[in-house]
Antibody
């Protein structure tokens, strides 16, 4: 069974750090780009970060750039999100998601879609 | 603010057809994908690309696109379709970053 399981969430004080993990199983983890998405209480989904299949390329939302670091260990089939300098507005459920890249012909290029999601892990930033 | 715009709420009578729309400049260049999220659950992919459904998604769900607007249509809405729906696409910069719409709460009456 294809599965993603997040862990590492919890209560942390403002300015603190937390590392989230996402354990993958049931598929060839090293073949896929992976993303983190978060959802604040009662709010919508927000894209956070992505990493390519071998970990050589990453991108971040402006709201977390310079504070969060995405990484992966393909030998351990695990995705990570290191979160530093946490703020109250980082409070959210954090989901990891497997991403597929597909070619489109008109207009030419590639689009992405998230076909497998974990159940999420909750991060609460509060004093 | 989101680069993709969705109506916050839409309602449909049981068994009728409803269209949920998503607008944004990036949709002129890239296909959207659509996700269903029920309370307390993770999102589920329902439509991706031109009009593709993952295995297990009922064929009453379909997608289309025109200009800067992507649409998710549910033909013959069921009570279990009541959920939040989010569109998602690459951002307008062309980088491999993604952006979500603000979400549409679908109520089945």
């Amino acid at each position: 069974e294809v599965q993603l399981v997040e862990s590492g969430g919890g209560l942390v004080q403002p300015g603190g750090s937390l590392r989230l993990s996402c354990a993958a199983s049931g598929f060839t983890f090293s073949s896929y780009w992976m993303h983190w998405v978060r959802q604040a209480p009662g709010k919508g989904l927000v894209w956070v970060s992505r990493i390519n299949s071998d970990g050589s390329s990453t991108s971040y939302a402006d709201s977390v750039k310079g504070r969060f670091t995405i990484s992966r260990d393909n030998a351990k089939n695990t995705l990570y999100l290191q979160m530093n300098s946490l703020r109250a507005e980082d409070t959210a459920v954090y989901y990891c998601a497997r991403v597929n890249r597909a070619e489109q012909l008109v207009p030419a290029g590639y689009y992405y879609y998230m076909d497998v999601w974990g159940k999420g892990t909750t991060v609460t930033v509060s004093s | 603010s989101s680069e993709l715009t969705q109506d916050p709420a839409v309602s449909v009578a049981l068994g009728q057809t409803v269209r949920i729309t998503c607008q944004g400049d990036s949709l002129r260049s890239y296909y959207a994908s659509w996700y269903q999220q029920k309370p307390g659950q993770a999102p589920v992919l329902v439509i991706y690309g031109k009009n593709n459904r993952p295995s297990g998604i009922p064929d009453r769900f379909s997608g289309s696109s025109s200009g800067n607007t992507a649409s998710l249509t549910i033909t013959g809405a069921q009570a279990e379709d009541e959920a939040d729906y989010y569109c998602n696409s690459r951002d307008s910069s062309g980088n491999p970053c993604l952006v979500f719409g603000g979400g549409t709460k679908l109520t089945v009456l």
